[in-house]
């Protein structure tokens, strides 16, 4: 079946034994990560320095994005976390993501330049929320493993979302979310997403595309966001696009093996 025929109906959670294997894919994923570390450092494109706020996803905190802002400032980008505790969705954004967009506006006020942000899982689903709501200040968007189209029912964690949240993905504000959410944004974005997730289904991970808006397939886990080499590839290298004149993701080199041909759905 073609991609962009997927309904509801066609998209199922990640297996229990795919679910099971995320922590053993991670850890090989963190041993690449190491062992790459200096060849990324040296190769990946470098920042101009504009501002970059990463979200944590899902039950984590900005403990869970410390590499991977760590790997951002080496390379030259002013990074930022999202001080906003553990992410328990509108606990901690907001009811309306008044919290997060106050973020927003504080790092450019800072920084005095417009703010990429980068999200894993729920951390990207907030962060299309929050430039879709208001993109003055958003420079870009990269949603990593974000759940944020397609049935918010087929996860893992489901049940632990709601006991945390207090709200069911069953409810007719997560699916109006998932309705708008595989929709362009008004700001460039990438959805790095992959078949192997084993917490979230990869169908929900992708959105239409247009000139500004991109899927991005990649071999990884759905915690190897935080720890996969050709993830922190990428990210570099959208990140380093121009404000003018982007191009779309080609990938090469390497690393280039761990990706796949974009997808529409």
Same mark, same amino acid.
């Given at each position: 079946?073609?991609?962009?025929?997927?309904?509801?109906?066609?998209i199922?959670?990640p297996?229990?034994?795919?679910?099971?294997?995320e922590?053993?894919?991670?850890?090989?994923?963190?041993? &690449? *990560?190491? %062992?790459?570390?200096?060849?990324? =450092?040296?190769?990946?494109?470098?920042?101009?320095?504009? #501002? +970059?706020? @990463?979200?944590?996803?899902?039950?984590?905190?900005?403990?869970?994005?410390?590499?991977l802002?760590?790997?951002?400032?080496?390379?030259?980008?002013?990074?930022?976390?999202?001080?906003?505790?553990?992410n328990?969705?509108?606990?901690?954004?907001?009811?309306?993501?008044?919290?997060?967009?106050?973020?927003?506006?504080?790092?450019?006020?800072?920084?005095?330049?417009?703010? &990429? *942000?980068? %999200?894993?899982?729920?951390?990207? =689903?907030?962060?299309?929320?929050?430039?879709?709501?208001? #993109? +003055?200040g @958003?420079?870009?968007?990269?949603?990593?493993?974000?759940?944020?189209?397609?049935?918010?029912?087929?996860?893992?964690?489901?049940?632990?979302?709601?006991?945390?949240?207090?709200?069911?993905?069953?409810?007719?504000?997560?699916?109006a979310?998932s309705?708008?959410g595989?929709?362009?944004?008004?700001?460039?974005?990438?959805?790095?997403?992959?078949?192997?997730?084993?917490?979230t289904?990869?169908?929900?991970?992708?959105?239409?595309?247009?000139?500004?808006?991109?899927?991005?397939?990649?071999?990884?886990?759905?915690?190897?966001?935080?720890?996969?080499?050709?993830?922190?590839?990428?990210v570099?290298?959208?990140?380093a696009?121009?404000?003018?004149?982007?191009?779309?993701?080609?990938?090469?080199?390497?690393?280039?093996?761990?990706?796949?041909?974009?997808?529409t759905?």
């Open positions: 079946m073609n991609d962009s025929a997927l309904s509801l109906d066609d199922r959670r297996s229990a034994p795919a679910t099971a294997m922590a053993v894919y991670c850890w090989f994923e963190a041993a &690449s *990560l190491a %062992g790459l570390w200096p060849w990324l =450092v040296s190769t990946a494109p470098r920042g101009d320095g504009h #501002p +970059v706020m @990463v979200l944590p996803g899902f039950a984590t905190s900005d403990r869970m994005t410390l590499l802002r760590h790997f951002l400032s080496v390379l030259g980008y002013r990074v930022f976390p999202w001080n906003l505790g553990w328990f969705d509108h606990h901690s954004v907001g009811a309306n993501g008044e919290h997060i967009s106050r973020e927003i506006d504080r790092i450019r006020d800072e920084a005095g330049d417009d703010v &990429s *942000l980068i %999200g894993w899982s729920l951390g990207g =689903v907030i962060a299309r929320e929050a430039a879709r709501r208001n #993109p +003055v @958003v420079r870009q968007v990269i949603a990593l493993g974000s759940p944020f189209a397609g049935d918010p029912e087929a996860t893992s964690m489901s049940l632990l979302y709601a006991l945390t949240t207090g709200k069911s993905a069953r409810s007719p504000e997560a699916r979310r309705r708008r595989v929709r362009p944004l008004p700001v460039p974005s990438s959805a790095i997403f992959s078949r192997s997730d084993g917490i289904a990869w169908q929900n991970c992708v959105g239409q595309t247009d000139d500004i808006t991109e899927n991005i397939e990649v071999r990884a886990s759905h915690f190897g966001f935080m720890a996969n080499p050709a993830v922190y590839l990428a570099a290298d959208r990140l696009q121009p404000k003018e004149g982007r191009q779309s993701f080609v990938p090469e080199g390497p690393l280039a093996s761990l990706f796949f041909p974009a997808q759905p």
